[in-house]
């Protein structure tokens, strides 16, 4: 079956009915981007007056559906449940009669809507989606019911995928929760433990290779690195992993090391510092400048400790506190991270915390399995569904 292709702007409006600071009463839910997550949940509303608000903002309903037009490959969109206000960077979308709401949902998710729309911005540090240009965007369009049926089947796999990223998300808490169970506050340091070093003290920090630099005339070798996007917060996202051309001086320079910790130099100022220990997954793979490695040389501590206390609320709000912010986003230098004050319980205390760690990376991996297949069948069932074949 071949579902007819029309342009959302026919059978959807994109509302853009401002409210002025003056007529907001302040008990309204804000939602501005950082409050939708790339999966399209919400996360830490507050009211209008909570946030301050100063500037004109959009209005929308539980019927509308949210599409973050700045930088639309970070896919943040949602169809929420309540009214409130949004940010202007935020476009909501109401279907017609003609439209329904979940299907639409589905469809502005798909990984060539998502790209599409990433390749017809505006800006290069802030690229933006027109609204004019989202309105043209063509989308298969069979009769109402099928619509439903077909955001029925999507919305039941999607379910399965959000359990399996809550135990992930259960999975984390439970390492949070032993790593405060075992040495306390790392903001309070109710223990007592060894603060006088800092990291610089414990390891060598480097930054990365400079994409785009000179190189001479030397020999280049292409090789795995890892960009900004591949480091996580606790774990390293190895897909997709791109390549970048090297001298084989750069390669020895710049290669990880089983044990080196990578963080982020910048982001969204929530995930400021966010970093994970290398395990080896790739052998050579390097890192770019905005990636820095952190190599222990004092064997008093662990790898993943020290992982974990950069991570921690210790880490963030160091970081936070000495960042450079600039239009929501954050970034921290080499002199900073150096500076980083450290905990240092007993060695004998962090590796009994290793061993449990292991345990729970055990039952991770078994959870990490089941939800790539999951992913694959999904991306199937979106394939298929709007091609009509489902």
Not at 47 to 73: D, V
Not at 322 to 342: D, H, V
Request: charged share 25%.
């Amino acid at each position: 079956m071949t579902f007819q292709r029309v342009k959302l702007g026919e059978v959807a409006t994109i509302d853009r009915r401002t409210v002025s600071p003056g007529e907001i009463q302040g008990q309204e839910q804000y939602v501005g981007l950082d409050n939708i997550t790339s999966g399209g949940d919400f996360q830490r509303i507050s009211t209008s007056g909570e946030s301050g608000l100063k500037s004109n903002k959009f209005a929308f309903t539980g019927g509308h559906i949210l599409y973050g037009k700045l930088r639309p490959y970070l896919a943040k969109i949602a169809a929420p449940d309540f009214e409130g206000i949004c940010s202007t960077d935020i476009l909501p979308i109401r279907p017609g009669p003609n439209l329904d709401r979940r299907y639409l949902l589905h469809y502005l998710r798909t990984p060539e809507m998502i790209a599409s729309a990433s390749s017809k911005t505006v800006g290069i540090n802030l690229p933006r989606l027109s609204p004019k240009v989202l309105e043209v965007f063509q989308i298969p369009l069979p009769r109402v019911e099928e619509q439903r049926r077909i955001a029925g089947v999507l919305d039941a796999a999607e379910a399965l995928r959000a359990k399996r990223h809550q135990a992930l998300e259960r999975l984390d808490s439970l390492t949070q929760a032993i790593f405060i169970e075992m040495f306390g506050d790392p903001v309070s340091n109710p223990w007592g433990w060894r603060d006088d070093r800092v990291l610089a003290d414990v390891s060598e920090v480097r930054s990365g290779i400079t994409k785009g630099r000179k190189t001479g005339s030397d020999t280049l070798t292409a090789v795995p690195y890892l960009a900004v996007a591949n480091v996580q917060d606790g774990f390293i996202q190895l897909e997709p992993l791109k390549s970048i051309e090297a001298t084989g001086a750069e390669i020895s320079k710049y290669s990880l090391q089983i044990g080196d910790i990578v963080l982020t130099e910048g982001g969204d100022p929530d995930k400021l510092g966010r970093g994970a220990v290398w395990n080896g997954q790739v052998d050579p793979c390097i890192h770019q400048n905005h990636v820095f490695r952190v190599r222990l040389i004092d064997d008093s501590m662990t790898p993943e400790f020290l992982s974990r206390l950069l991570g921690s609320h210790r880490g963030k709000r160091y970081f936070l506190r000495m960042a450079k912010q600039t239009t929501g986003i954050a970034s921290i230098n080499m002199t900073q991270l150096r500076a980083f004050p450290l905990l240092e319980p007993p060695r004998a205390a962090q590796d009994e915390f290793l061993s449990r760690l292991l345990r729970i990376q055990e039952v991770e991996a078994t959870i990490q399995h089941s939800r790539k297949q999951l992913d694959v069948l999904f991306a199937s069932l979106q394939q298929r569904a709007f091609r009509g074949e489902l």
